[in-house]
């Protein structure tokens, strides 16, 4: 009967210490989700608050004339796109110190910092190597804007999209990356 207690006891032990394992496993996934969900947590439920996800399949639909190489090469860069995040926030709101906050310069790389009067611009990035894993542009000031692309995309395609949106700033991005491998 003793040895039954002890069996017993272990097996409760080794239950006890794989609940915990995992619950520190799970709050280190947590804790290293994107600071961006807080971010949009925050704001879901409020009326000056709109986010638009569109995932890869959506992306993927094909809208255009084939014929077109702009069309192509745009095509060509959707694939790579799994989500596409669009974060816009009207009213009175601070998302600089909600972005201070969240300390997002811990998750993501700043690639280019743009200010102009009132309004900022931040253009960062998670990348693995040499691939983009996910990219984002920060705006605030008088407009307040969270674009998130997640993916597997290289400078060059980030270059594309500044072209594709007539972003001057993210145009350049090739061109630093070509700098940096001489």
């Known amino acids: ?3 039954h207690k002890a069996i017993l006891k272990q097996y409760i032990m080794k239950k006890i210490t794989t609940i915990l394992l995992g619950l520190f496993v799970f709050t280190l996934v947590i804790n290293a989700s994107s600071p961006l969900k807080t971010i949009f947590k925050k704001y879901k439920s409020s009326k000056d608050c709109k ?6 399949d959506f992306l993927n639909i094909n809208t255009g004339d084939e014929n ?13 796109f799994e989500l596409l995040r669009i974060f816009t926030l009207e009213g009175d709101h601070d998302l600089k110190a909600d972005i201070n906050k969240a ?6 790389e700043e690639m280019m910092r743009v200010h102009e009067s009132d309004q900022d611009v931040v253009i960062m ?3 693995e190597g ?15 804007v969270i674009i998130q692309v997640k993916g597997r995309l290289d400078r060059n395609d980030i270059s594309s999209i500044g072209e594709a949106f007539n972003m001057k ?6 061109k630093l990356e070509e700098l940096e491998g001489k």
Do not use: A, P, Q
């Open 1 to 3: 009967m003793h040895k």
């Open 51 to 56: 986010i638009i996800t569109f995932n890869s």
């Open 68 to 80: 077109n190489e702009d069309f192509k090469e745009l095509e060509e860069l959707k694939k790579k």
């Open 103 to 108: 300390k997002i310069e811990k998750y993501y």
């Open 125 to 127: 990035v998670r990348e």
């Open 130 to 144: 040499k691939v983009i894993k996910e990219f984002v542009v920060l705006v605030y000031g008088d407009e307040n």
């Open 169 to 174: 700033e993210m145009m350049h991005i090739k």
